[in-house]
């Protein structure tokens, strides 16, 4: 794939052939053969090969036509992690409004004369169906990574600062003055490293419990009354998992609508009645701290970690399928989350300016990590040699799961390369490190 060519507006062309390794943070010149030079672009975007055509003003003839610099790269090298918002920045939408009202306009001037489309079983009061299945896998691949994950605690080192939310993965915590928690000003920055849990990698985000999705929404004086669960546990409930201990109401017929917000449910004593010995798909269970065991051979530490792994991947892949369908909210300002079509009524927002909403939440569509967030460590190449605070432009970053079972033994993602800059050359020292381009 041609990514981008450097032309100027002179006679000849000359093209030189070679391969060579991309140096961290090195940008190319990118233009358009008809606008001339446009931009300036990172190596982090996906390009396997880039052409570069240079035209000399004299014409010679010992010179060959058509010869071009070619530099191939599989997968981009320095892609940066999403970009940390602080308190006082408010999350941008997934999709921006001036997208989402030209998508509008766009349905509305081609629905004319056409047959309106009808609302998805969720927003009827139906169950899909085809979305049980994976709603119940979701559910159990969060207990089989939270049970790995505190078995590989036991043969991998994990720390974590005592005042922010900072982890690291290896035997050392990192020398980086990265730290934003109490007293960093005195510390200079500095992190006090400590041991860590799971809710250290996996982050606890809760929500309300609905009894009823479609139901009134949560009033402020009830904020206290109704149950917090895990966000994903309750995505998994409203999807079609049944748990005794959070009931829900499962419609058989559509909801009938009265008016834009007011309905009455469908008459279903014509239907039979369930049979309750249809068999169930079985539910996994979070295995209590002192039973925990780590694994007794460096095979048996391979094989958790792939599993580990494959839970990581089967959870995020199955949520976002989940969330295609049934319609999760976050808050802009604040980590608050909720399951539903619209968010709750309480005024417990506490971020930047709260004061100015009364405590309401500013209420958008959530993406995969408002639900699931990763927490991001920095790679370490080599457990027994310690990061260098001088090289910190050369390192990577990948979520904290994905760290753990690296260093367990598993086999790396390719999605997770990129940021993890595993085809960068480390300089062993800092003279070298100033030496490259």
């Not at 009455?264 to 239907?271: K, Q, Y």
């Amino acid at each position: 794939m041609e990514c981008g060519c450097l032309q100027s507006l002179f006679g000849n062309t000359i093209l030189l052939k070679s391969e060579r390794r991309i140096p961290p943070k090195f940008d190319l010149l990118k233009c358009n053969t008809q606008q001339g030079l446009s931009s300036l672009d990172s190596l982090k975007l996906n390009f396997s090969t880039l052409a570069i055509q240079l035209k000399f003003a004299s014409p010679s003839r010992h010179l060959i036509q058509f010869q071009s610099l070619v530099i191939r790269c599989n997968h981009p090298q320095n892609a940066d992690i999403p970009r940390y918002y602080s308190k006082k920045e408010k999350k941008p939408f997934p999709i921006p409004i001036v997208e989402l009202r030209r998508a509008a306009r766009e349905r509305l001037k081609n629905s004319n004369g056409q047959q309106r489309r009808g609302a998805p079983p969720p927003k009827r009061g139906l169950v899909v169906q085809r979305l049980i299945p994976v709603a119940y896998r979701v559910f159990n691949a969060r207990v089989k990574l939270i049970n790995n994950l505190k078995k590989l605690l036991k043969v991998v080192p994990l720390h974590a600062c005592k005042w922010c939310n900072e982890i690291h993965v290896g035997t050392v915590g990192h020398p980086f003055k990265s730290c934003r928690g109490s007293g960093a000003s005195i510390r200079r920055g500095l992190h006090e490293w400590g041991g860590a849990a799971v809710e250290d990698i996996l982050v606890p985000v809760e929500a309300y419990h609905l009894y009823d999705r479609l139901g009134k929404r949560i009033r402020h004086e009830e904020r206290f009354s109704i149950p917090r669960i895990p966000a994903l546990v309750e995505l998994c409930i409203q999807a079609g998992v049944d748990l005794p201990e959070y009931p829900t109401k499962r419609r058989r017929k559509p909801i009938i609508r009265i008016g834009k917000n007011e309905f009455v449910d469908a008459d279903e004593s014509e239907l039979p009645d369930p049979d309750p010995d249809t068999p169930k798909p079985s539910v996994l269970a979070e295995i209590p701290d002192i039973e925990i065991l780590p694994p007794c051979s460096k095979e048996e530490t391979v094989l958790l970690a792939e599993e580990t792994l494959q839970a990581w991947e089967e959870m995020r892949g199955g949520a976002m399928r989940l969330m295609k369908m049934y319609p999760v909210r976050a808050c802009g300002y604040c980590p608050e989350v909720h399951v539903g079509p619209i968010g709750h009524k309480a005024q417990n927002c506490g971020a930047h300016k709260h004061q100015q909403r009364n405590g309401q939440h500013g209420w958008q569509a959530a993406v995969l990590d408002d639900l699931i967030p990763p927490r991001y460590v920095w790679h370490v190449p080599h457990m027994d040699k310690p990061l260098q605070r001088d090289l910190r432009n050369f390192y990577g970053q990948t979520p904290a799961v994905v760290e753990i079972c690296v260093h367990a033994g598993a086999g790396v993602p390719e999605q997770y390369k990129p940021t993890m800059r595993l085809d960068v050359g480390i300089p062993t020292n800092v003279r070298e490190a100033e030496m490259v381009v």
